[in-house]
Antibody, heavy 118, light 111 residues
Framework: QLQLQESGPGLVKPSETLSLTCTVS??????????WGWIRQPPGKGLEWIGN???????YYNPSLKSRVTISVDTSKNQFSLKLSSVTAADTAVYYC??????????WGQGTMVTVSS | QSALTQPASVSGSPGQSITISCTGT?????????VSWYQQHPGKAPKLMIY???KRPSGVSNRFSGSKSGNTASLTISGLQAEDEADYYC???????????FGGGTKLTIL
């Protein structure tokens, strides 16, 4: 059974870069059946897809965030990462990492709250 | 404003059935058989309930079913139970530029 765990700073200053890592256990991040994704949820609001990555490094981003987002994968560590630059208070959210199979997000991490504040 | 439109809330009594709608466009819901539904309890991560419009992952109760007509997808929960009280989100593939879009979510209350 796949398990995913997000990690990273819970507080980021405005204009800086948010960096999170997702560690995958119980399976290989190089499994060709899976894509790996990031989704966020502002407090009290709905879900927003940020982007996906394949183990080969191919990436797919939400057009509204594309200019600020970078998702990368480290197959040697079974991890993938999210960087979001030039953050503002609007980027305050719970950030989830997830695996995608059957064209749906089947397994999710527990989520990590990131607050943008000085 | 979310790309897919869901009612903000629905309610039902134990044992009854409810349906949650998810309205998109011919560029997303109407073009692909790739609507998924997620259940989210307060403070928890979302859980996949339906994928590819109407398929249930292993372990999900057969009380949950999905369907689609045109640009509107639906999630039906039959035999409502107290544990079904949660937020529900739909999601659809929206083509090779937009990729994935979510609905705004629907709060299900068990009366």
């Amino acid at each position: 059974q796949l398990q995913l765990q997000e990690s990273g700073p819970g507080l980021v200053k405005p204009s800086e870069t948010l960096s999170l890592t997702c560690t995958v256990s119980g399976g290989s991040i190089s499994n060709s059946n899976y894509y790996w994704g990031w989704i966020r949820q502002p407090p009290g609001k709905g879900l927003e897809w940020i982007g996906n990555i394949y183990y080969s490094g191919s990436t797919y981003y939400n057009p509204s965030l594309k200019s600020r987002v970078t998702i990368s994968v480290d197959t040697s560590k079974n991890q993938f990462s999210l960087k979001l630059s030039s953050v503002t208070a609007a980027d305050t959210a719970v950030y989830y990492c997830a695996s995608k199979i059957y064209d749906a997000f089947d397994m999710w991490g527990q989520g990590t709250m990131v607050t943008v504040s000085s | 404003q979310s790309a897919l439109t869901q009612p903000a809330s629905v309610s039902g009594s134990p044992g009854q059935s409810i349906t949650i709608s998810c309205t998109g466009t011919s560029s997303d819901v109407g073009s692909y058989n790739l609507v998924s539904w997620y259940q989210q309890h307060p403070g928890k991560a979302p859980k996949l309930m339906i994928y590819e419009d109407n398929k249930r992952p292993s372990g999900v109760s057969n009380r949950f079913s999905g369907s689609k007509s045109g640009n509107t997808a639906s999630l039906t929960i039959s035999g409502l139970q107290a544990e079904d009280e949660a937020d529900y989100y739909c999601c659809s593939f929206a083509g090779s530029t937009t990729f994935w879009v979510f609905g705004g979510g629907t709060k299900l209350t068990i009366l």
